[in-house]
């Protein structure tokens, strides 16, 4: 089994190459930090890379799968995301490198080439629905003070040359400033949907009359959703790297995990309950339910926008640098190599863009695409498939590692499957 490790091994300068790579992805800033991170750091790190704007969906979520089988979905989505993190951990121990370094010692050149799809396509679908909440957004504010709105095709034409000078910008790290402006707005975020619920709750004088347990025409797109929840697990690899005491981690990474479950599914079902079925099965996300809400709910708007635009470059970084590793031969002169990248980068923004706005009133069924077809394979399929390759050495073990990649594969092709064909 341990003879496919030599495969990595044997190809020292593409592990340079991918050192290079990784540098410039910000791996190495975050492992030559010192101190390195403490136990609340890392905590609190984790918890920001797998807590992200993904919750705006989850309450329409629930509308899709009932409170009882949203909840449950919540919860089962949990459970395999940290046993597969745990396994991606033990492996990590063994075999420190990133995910794609962790590919080729496990499948060679396949596990390489698999690794990078699926890691450029899933942080490039992350961003596809900013354009939706931006124009939303910006709609609902121009309606209440203005009376007007501006159609979502220009909004994307005016995003568009906005996003691609930033996706030039060399000096990618200082934006990292508007990314944690992205973390702290979500944190907001929830606070005020919260309070906003609890007003809406106060003036109803009870909750929704039309909730359900379960939710026989759409329960099957939750799933997608559910797994979308816990997309953070890329990042496990260099956080663990990060981290003070190695010992810790697994403890620190399953706490989190717990917590991040009791919050996703306590926000979700108290949103649930208070707005209902009707309400919430016409806004994907629920800050379209918060027209009129007043300047605080305006101001948070704003601040999502502002996080959106200038985060967008920094989550979208590391599918440009993937994609260029292909495409750019490094013998070619660089003015070239500065052309074909910022020609890359332009179309792939115009692709993030374009499936953002042709699908902006079907995000629900979007999201749980992107969540069966390119997170399965990052959280679920990818790191069994490490353990079982590289670590596994018991039936036991090897039976958990079989099992999880025949789920996960069995979500990646019979869910996106059936999201497709009853996609209306």
């Not at 409170?67 to 993190?85: D, H, P, R």
């Not at 007007?148 to 005016?158: D, E, H, K, S, Y």
């Not at 999502?304 to 292909?326: C, R």
Request: with cysteine; hydrophobic share 50%; charged share 15%.
């Amino acid at each position: 089994m341990h003879h496919q490790c030599t495969q990595g091994l044997d190809d020292p300068d593409w592990f340079q190459d991918r050192k290079e790579n990784d540098k410039e992805l910000g791996e190495e800033l975050i492992k030559n930090k010192t101190p390195k991170m403490g136990t609340i750091q890392t905590f609190f790190t984790l918890l920001k890379g797998f807590l992200g704007a993904g919750m705006l969906f989850l309450p329409n979520g629930y509308s899709n799968a009932g409170w009882l089988f949203g909840t449950g979905g919540i919860i089962i989505s949990m459970l395999i995301t940290m046993t597969c993190g745990l396994l991606l951990i033990q492996v990590a121990s063994k075999y420190p490198g990133t995910f794609s370094e962790l590919g080729f010692l496990a499948m060679g050149n396949k596990g390489r080439y698999i690794c990078d799809l699926v890691l450029a396509l899933s942080q490039a679908s992350f961003v596809t629905f900013y354009i939706a909440f931006i124009s939303q957004s910006l709609n609902n504010i121009f309606e209440n003070h203005w009376g007007f709105t501006i159609n979502i095709w220009i909004i994307g034409v005016i995003l568009f040359f906005i996003y691609t000078p930033l996706c030039w910008y060399r000096k990618i790290q200082s934006l990292k400033r508007f990314h944690i402006l992205a973390d702290i707005t979500v944190f907001l975020a929830v606070g005020v949907l919260t309070e906003v619920g609890v007003t809406f709750y106060l003036s109803q004088g009870s909750f929704a009359d039309d909730t359900r347990l379960f939710n026989p025409d759409k329960y099957l797109i939750f799933v997608g959703t559910a797994i979308f929840m816990f997309e953070g697990v890329g990042i496990v690899l260099p956080v663990r790297e990060a981290c003070r005491n190695k010992d810790q981690f697994p403890a620190i990474f399953v706490t989190m995990i717990l917590f991040l479950t009791c919050m996703l599914i306590s926000y979700s079902m108290f949103q649930y309950m208070v707005y209902g079925d009707q309400l919430l099965s016409t806004a994907p996300m629920i800050t379209k339910l918060l027209t009129h809400k007043g300047i605080v709910v305006e101001i948070v708007m704003l601040m999502f926008i502002m996080s959106f635009i200038f985060s967008y470059p920094l989550v979208i970084y590391p599918s440009h640098l993937i994609i260029e590793s292909y495409i750019i031969d490094k013998k070619t002169s660089s003015s070239s190599q500065v052309w074909i990248r910022n020609l890359s980068r332009a179309l792939v923004v115009f692709a993030t863009l374009f499936i953002g706005i042709y699908f902006e009133d079907t995000l629900d069924r979007l999201l749980s695409i992107i969540g069966t077809l390119t997170c399965t394979p990052v959280a679920f399929i990818m790191p069994a498939v490490f353990h079982l390759q590289l670590v596994a050495d018991t039936r036991f073990t090897k039976a958990i590692d079989y099992s999880i990649i025949l789920l996960g594969m069995t979500l990646l092709i019979g869910l996106t499957s059936y999201t497709i064909i009853s996609w209306q």
